[in-house]
């Protein structure tokens, strides 16, 4: 309910708008043809007090800094509201501000992303904005490993005040102590490297839209620095928990593989299951205050905790045998959500050189000695995420026998169990295949191909198998792997 205090204002502010307020506990949003006024509630809830007019204008003022830069088209200023001669609420104007509101575009109701389908390009979309909000966010000076802790704690007494079950809640309180531990000297040494940023704090599905076309990030969180200033692998977890629930697995695998592909942030991996154990609890027990489902929200949390087995699967073979498809396939049932991290050698090749995936390099991008960067690179990343307890998916040529014992070295190196798959098919079926690419990392051509083709592998002693329709059934078969829609 909106405080009796600014019952006029929001008198007003429906006449201006034409509508009622949409409501939150800290927001009133009126929603007009050509204008959106968001006025803060007068409200203080114990984590955010907003009952001071001065304080109301600093956090419109801070809402719109924070958010406009991403944007832009959507976030436009923040205005007060005076009173005219006449006594009537005006807005702007000289007169002493009676009440502040933050001024923005509307956006159609079915652009909110909690309302879309999303389909591989959109999410890809999605991934590079988040990757893009945390480039340009200022690095922050934060005990990250005290700060997670305090999380952790405040979300007990709020889970059991939520009435969640008190045993499941202790569980779960000695499973998050116990993997915040084993993670804590990461986390260090993750905000000493800069990973910990100024970030969105809240970034769910539905503070996503899509905008001019594009997904864009809004809302950020403007009331509390300490749960803003956070690794920005915390910040995107909240993300990929959501994706996992709304959309499945899949979902949230393609997102995180995309982020990495354009960060490469590979280290991220080793908190996630922290992080998205505390982001589902925290889910869970504002549901239950709301009187919704909570349970399955509680299970995904104490899910998130339960350890399981590591391994490296490295995919390879000539230009279009489908190792990318194969590999995308495969990754969201390998391992712990949300799956496997597909490293992929040519989206590494177009980070180096700071494009997207999907932009073409000129001939010297593939001079030997970048080749052998670019495959040092995804090794050490495998190597790093392995470590992190991610399994992974290695997708190259590997045409070069040093290159596929480099590979099998990360897993040794890690005590892990490790699969090499071979896709084969005829030349003229890859021939074709390339022909038909778009929008694909690989800048592979025919001519690529045909001289790929006339050089001797070596003796290949990875599963070989055939690149048709088949193949992921007979790549599961190779790595083991439950029948689909088994755990």
Known sequence: MIPPSQAEAAAFLSRLSGTAPIETHISAVFVGRDTVWKMKKAVSLGFLDFTRLEDRARFCARELELNGPHAPGIYRDVVPLTRGADGTLREGGDGPAVEWALRMAPIPPGDFLDHVVPDASMLDALADAVAAMHGAAPRADVDTPAAMRAILEGNVPSALNAGLPADRV?????????????????????????????????????????????????????????????????????????????????????????????????????????????????????????????????????????????????????QGTGKSTLARALAPELGRCPGALLLRSDEARKRRFGTAPEERLPQDAYREEVSRAVHAEVFAMAATAVAGGQVVVLDAVFLDPAQRAAAEQVAREAGLPFDGIWLEAPIEVLRARIAARRGDASDATEAVLLRAATADPGTITWHRIAADDHAVIAARGALGMDPPGMC
Request: hydrophobic fraction near 50%.
């Open 170 to 318: 202790a569980a779960w309180a000695e499973a998050a102590r116990a993997e915040l531990a084993r993670i804590a000297s990461m986390l260090a040494r993750r905000g000493a490297s800069g990973f910990v940023r100024r970030c969105h704090g809240d970034l769910h599905l539905g503070n996503l839209c899509l905008w001019q076309g594009k997904p864009t990030p809004f809302d950020a969180l403007e009331f509390d620095e300490a749960l803003a200033r956070i690794d920005v692998g915390y910040d995107l977890a909240f993300l990929l928990m959501d994706l996992d629930l709304r959309h499945g697995r899949w979902a949230a695998n393609r997102v995180l593989n995309r982020y990495v592909a354009r960060t490469g942030d590979a280290g991220l991996v080793a908190g996630l299951p922290f992080w998205l154990s505390l982001r589902a609890m925290i889910r869970a027990h504002v549901e239950a205050r709301r009187g919704g489902a909570w349970d399955a929200l509680l299970a995904t949390a104490e899910a998130h905790l339960v350890p399981m087995p590591s391994r490296l699967v490295a995919i390879g073979g000539l």
